[in-house]
């Protein structure tokens, strides 16, 4: 196991600067990509259906979940790590418990392209985002399929005068899950109370245009949207929840935009430490990145020519982007060169062999003709080994600062940061239908091969009077044996 503390992070600081790989997703068609809150593990949605579960830190796939049959767009994470939810192009939505491999729950809203968003703190509340209702936002308390039915809550703002005609384009938390954040298509942002489900005030970001996307961090304060205005805009979460006023124009702190070409940027994302934001055009490979402190531009990164990205994540604690494009999972990072000097002053590089005379005792630790010191005896010193300290740890929250880690992993209380492989990786609710799928569906891949080859069989020509002139057979003895007579030649008259 492998966690990475505060000091592995200094080192990583500073944006991507070039691509370092690509994850081996053996064979599935990636459509959407989500990192879990500690880091160690990523959730891919796929083209077929499957969710694959990606160790990050060796990047291989350690299991497959089998939950849809259609594209799934939408993945989130609970906070323990123990929970995935997923929503594909049918509006089935899905959770899966990791830990007992099984499904927790599966509902349908009947229309395509729902969000799934887990409640910050809370691991039993999942908020849905359905562009097709009149409430379009709705939480749903996470029940086992032996009991009841899911309780549904609605999350009204109709009754509002100013944003009784607004629809709901975009939702996120705020950091602790206090309030639910909700962009509309009239530039307006709705805030709601996470535990009572009730409205509590609304503003204004703009000149009436859509929020795509609203993003939060971590550190920092920072909100970010999207919108379709083509402008990026930072907002000081404190200045919107506490000092703006209901139904105020507020100001946002800095805006991100090509004021030349007027990009559109389909995804955002910011850094673990809030000082860089990134962003995807909608027509090519392409990463924009900004320094949010200096509000200018580093060195965008640039992917494969022809590959329009489906999906942007920043790593939460490393300096690496994450993008999907045309099923691929790419990894943009920085390479570090060690420098020896930089551990000894004394040190010297050289390129070449060098013959080096070693002096008497030069790379002696001791002295061997000294007499042995007498030392004295030294008690035995108890080292804890099996506790883990939380302060160490970069991912943990202020609601955990007292919480023993030992002791929540023996009552079972303990998130889920690691997850352990399993040589039975393929995992679905119908064995008869996980028969046949390894790594996809092979009958799907077979068949579009069969389609694919059935284009570009060379067609038959039509047969030539000088091809055609004689004819052969396997068999003898048949008619086609024989040779078909000659043309008597002509006689020349001189």
């Known amino acids: ?40 593990a990523a959730a891919v949605g796929t ?38 939810a997923s929503s594909a192009d049918n509006g089935t939505i899905s959770v899966y418990h990791l830990v007992e491999k099984r499904t927790l729950c599966s509902f349908s809203t009947h229309t395509p392209n729902n969000v799934v968003l887990f409640h910050p703190r809370n691991n039993n ?27 549904e809550i ?19 938390y705020s950091p602790k899950g206090k309030y639910l954040l909700a962009g509309t298509n009239k530039s307006h942002l709705i805030v709601f109370d996470s535990e009572t489900f009730q409205y509590v005030k609304h503003f204004r970001l703009g000149q009436s245009h859509q929020i795509r996307q609203i993003y939060v961090t971590r550190k920092a304060d920072y909100m970010v949207t999207n919108s379709s205005d083509r402008v990026i805009r ?18 946002h702190e800095a805006k991100f935009t090509d004021a030349v070409s007027k990009r559109n940027y389909l995804f955002i994302a910011m850094s673990h430490d809030a000082r860089y934001l990134c962003a995807t055009e909608a027509n090519c490979h392409e990463i924009t990145i900004w320094d949010v402190r200096m509000h200018s531009v580093v060195q965008p990164l640039r992917g494969k020519v ?38 000894a002053p004394d040190f010297k590089e050289i390129q070449d062999n060098v013959y080096h005379d ?39 929250s202020s ?28 995992v679905s609710d119908s064995n008869d239908e996980a028969e046949g799928i390894m790594y996809g569906e092979l009958a799907a891949a077979e068949r579009r091969k069969a389609e694919d080859d059935a284009i570009f069989v060379k067609p038959e020509l039509p047969s030539s009077s000088r091809s055609a002139r004689f004819s052969f057979s396997s068999q003898e003895g048949s008619s086609s044996d024989v040779m078909k007579p000659p043309r008597a030649k002509r006689t020349r008259h001189h």
């Open 154 to 172: 609605l999350y009204g703002y109709r009754h509002v005068s100013d944003i009784s005609t607004d629809v709901i384009t975009s939702i996120s």
């Open 306 to 343: 022809g590959d329009i990205p489906t999906d942007l994540q920043w790593h939460p604690y490393r300096s690496e982007i994450i993008t999907v494009a045309k099923g691929k999972v790419h990894v943009f990072g920085r390479r570090f060169v060690t420098t020896m000097t930089a551990f």
């Open 399 to 426: 609601d955990e600062e007292d919480v023993d880690l030992y002791e929540a992993d023996k009552a079972g209380t303990a998130p889920l940061y690691m997850i352990p492989a399993s040589f039975d990786m393929t």
């Open 125 to 151: 509340v999942l908020t849905v985002l359905n562009f097709s209702r009149e409430n379009p936002v709705v939480s749903a308390r996470l029940l086992d399929k032996s009991d009841s039915a899911e309780q």
């Open 1 to 40: 196991m492998m966690v990475e503390s505060d000091d592995v992070t200094d080192q990583n600081a500073g944006p991507p600067q070039q691509l370092m790989e690509e994850i081996n997703l053996r064979g599935f068609y990636a459509t959407t990509i989500k990192f879990n809150r500690f880091g160690t």
């Open 47 to 84: 083209n077929s259906g499957n969710l694959a579960i990606v160790d990050y830190t060796t990047k291989l796939v350690i299991m497959e979940i089998r939950e849809h049959w259609h594209p799934i767009n939408s993945i989130d994470w609970s906070f323990n790590g123990k929970l995935v």
């Open 358 to 396: 070693e002096l008497e005792g030069e790379f002696d630790l001791e002295d061997e003709d000294a007499d042995a010191p007498v030392r004295a005896p030294v008690e035995n010193i108890d080292v804890d080994v099996v506790s883990v300290p939380l302060d160490e740890m970069a991912w943990k």
């Open 234 to 251: 930072l907002f000081r979460m404190r200045s919107l929840l506490e000092d703006a006023k209901c139904g105020d124009l507020v100001p």
